[in-house]
């Protein structure tokens, strides 16, 4: 599985007006999302993030319960872990929202109980011990080998603070082999070779759906043509 190489960004770039506004391409999701829906014009990317910039990116659909805004499950999530243009933030939208084969294609009417969430991924660091990382800061990609096969998987940080914290580090990385596609018996099975992890972090925002209809500049302006 390539990996980007990029150098940790500065962390004003993910703020509100930054080169790299986590926010504002939450936002952007969210347009991107209706226009495909609706079969509308391309939403105008956000003038102030540079659309050139590359980095590995994900969006991420949550289902929350439209009352009580209670849940947060899973969606829709697709990215890359290669560096990518900013400006192909649209592409994985519709990957996530349509194509994502764990779920199925998102409606219209499934919008009002959803969140969208972009995610960019920095500071990429091989380590030495598979248990060097920390819940609340980094996400991970294994790769490791059984027999003649090689494996791989990744966890973004939000998953593994959210879904692992409470059952420890090994249990993290035990789920994540099931999820490369073996069944291991312990990070400790004998089988298992060359077992190799590159943690990262990112920045992300997670707009929900009535947020983003609060949003002044939210209604879906279409590109010139």
């Not at 930054?18 to 014009?41: K, M, Q, T």
């Not at 998102?106 to 969208?116: C, F, K, P």
């Amino acid at each position: 599985m390539p990996m980007a190489t990029v150098p940790a960004p500065k962390p004003e770039d993910f703020r509100s007006g930054g080169r790299l506004d986590v926010e504002a391409l939450s936002i952007y999701i969210w347009d991107v999302l209706f226009a495909s829906l609706r079969n509308e014009s391309e939403p105008i990317f956000p003038t102030h993030v540079d659309a050139d910039c590359s980095y590995p990116l994900f969006v991420t659909f949550t289902e929350y319960d439209y009352l009580s805004q209670e849940g947060g499950n899973l969606r829709g999530c697709i990215g890359c872990l290669e560096e990518i243009k900013m400006s192909e933030t649209k592409d994985y939208v519709r990957k996530a929202a349509f194509q994502d084969s764990r779920f199925a294609a998102i409606r219209e009417r499934d919008t009002t109980a959803l969140g969208a969430q972009m995610s960019i991924l920095h500071t990429f660091e091989k380590v030495d011990r598979v248990l060097d990382w920390e819940f609340g800061t980094h996400g991970m990609v294994i790769e490791f080998g059984v027999g003649n096969r090689g494996y791989t998987a990744t966890y973004l940080p939000e998953v593994v603070d959210d879904s692992f914290r409470e059952h420890g580090k090994e249990y993290c990385i035990t789920e994540l082999m099931n999820k490369a596609g073996y069944r291991p018996n312990g990070i400790h099975d004998p089988k298992i070779k060359d077992l190799k992890l590159t943690r990262y972090q990112s920045a992300r925002y997670n707009c929900r759906y009535d947020e983003y209809r609060k949003y002044p500049k939210h209604t879906w302006i279409r590109s010139p043509h």
